[in-house]
C-alpha cells in the first residue's frame, strides 16, 4: 500500500460546498457534530472518498465481522435547506507529527476535488473541571470572519486556547489559508473528561446558524442525557471517597 491513497468511491456535483472536519479529539466534540450531522441528513448524504495512509495506526475495524482498513471518509451533503457540505469524519487521527501535515493536504486536496473554498475545523477546549454553560470559542484565518460568528454566539478570547490549536483542525487553518481557504475552528467548552454531546450541541447549534441546515437535536440530546447519569454516578463515588478519606475524633486522637 501507498503511503497515502485517495479512493474515489463516488462524484456528485455540489454547489460551493463547505468542508467540515470532525475527527476524534477532545471530549470528541468533532466526531460527535460530524456523526450526528450524517445520522440526521443520511438521505441527502453520498460517500464520495475514503483515505488510507500509513500515518493510520495499523488495524482494522470489525463489524458483524467483516474488516475494513482503518481510513478517514469524506461525505458529501445536499441538505434541503442551507450550504451544501462535505462532511469528514473518522475514528483516528495521525500517529505522527508529519502525518498531521500529509493528511491535512491529502484532505485539502479532496476539498479542492469539489470546489470547496470554505472549511470549518472542529474541537474542545478542555476547562479540567464538569461546566453547566458551554460557550463555543472561535478562531480564524482572516479578521472578516470574526464579526458573522460573534453574531451567532461564538466567542474570541485574548491568548485562548492556550497553547494553540494542534492536530489536523489546527493544521486546516494554518495550511488552509496558504491554499486560499477561508478557514475557522470552532471549539467547544468541555471538561476534557468524558465524551460530551452537550459541548457538541452548542457547536452544531453555531453550524446551524452559519450554514442553514436544520438537524434533529433529540438523539444527542439522549446521549446528553446518559453522560449526565455517567457523571451523577462518579461525583457520587467521589463523595463517598472524600468522606472515606476524612479522619473522625478516634483517628485524631493518635496524632500530636
Given amino acids: 500500500m501507498d503511503e497515502l491513497d485517495i479512493e474515489a468511491v463516488a462524484e456528485t456535483t455540489l454547489d460551493e460546498p463547505v468542508l467540515i472536519e470532525g475527527l476524534p479529539g477532545v471530549g470528541h466534540v468533532g466526531k460527535l457534530v460530524a456523526d450526528h450531522l450524517l445520522e440526521e441528513l443520511e438521505a441527502e448524504s453520498t460517500l464520495v472518498r475514503r483515505i488510507y495512509s500509513q500515518e493510520f495506526p495499523p488495524q482494522v475495524t470489525v463489524e458483524d465481522g467483516v474488516t475494513s482498513l482503518?481510513?478517514?471518509e469524506v461525505h458529501a451533503v445536499t441538505p434541503e435547506e442551507g450550504r451544501d457540505v462535505l462532511v469528514l469524519t473518522g475514528d483516528h487521527q495521525a500517529q505522527t507529527n508529519a502525518g498531521h501535515y500529509v493528511l491535512t493536504d491529502a484532505f485539502l486536496d479532496v476539498a479542492e476535488d469539489f470546489d470547496a473554498t470554505e472549511?470549518?475545523?472542529l474541537g474542545g477546549v478542555p476547562t479540567g473541571e464538569l461546566i453547566d454553560e458551554y460557550a463555543v470559542l472561535g478562531a480564524v484565518t482572516d479578521e472578516s470572519l470574526i464579526e458573522p460568528l460573534?453574531?451567532?454566539g461564538v466567542e474570541f478570547r485574548e491568548d485562548e486556547p492556550a497553547g494553540g490549536i494542534v492536530g489536523v483542525s489546527g493544521l486546516l487553518l494554518g495550511i488552509g489559508e496558504r491554499r486560499g481557504f477561508e478557514a475557522t475552528c470552532l471549539m467547544g467548552e468541555t471538561s476534557g473528561y468524558l465524551v460530551d454531546?452537550?459541548?457538541a450541541r452548542a457547536v452544531l447549534e453555531v453550524l446551524e446558524a452559519r450554514l442553514g441546515f436544520d438537524v434533529d437535536y433529540d438523539p444527542l440530546d439522549e446521549r446528553?442525557?446518559?453522560?449526565?447519569?455517567v457523571i451523577g454516578k462518579i461525583q457520587e463515588?467521589?463523595?463517598q471517597q472524600q468522606a472515606m478519606d476524612v479522619p473522625n475524633d478516634d483517628d485524631l486522637r493518635y496524632f500530636g
Wanted: one cysteine or more; glycine letters at 0%; hydrophobic letters at 35%.
Fill in 237 to 239: 463515588m467521589e463523595q
Fill in 150 to 152: 460573534e453574531d451567532v
Fill in 224 to 229: 446528553a442525557d446518559e453522560m449526565e447519569e
Fill in 197 to 199: 454531546p452537550k459541548s
Fill in 70 to 72: 482503518t481510513c478517514a
Fill in 119 to 121: 472549511l470549518y475545523a
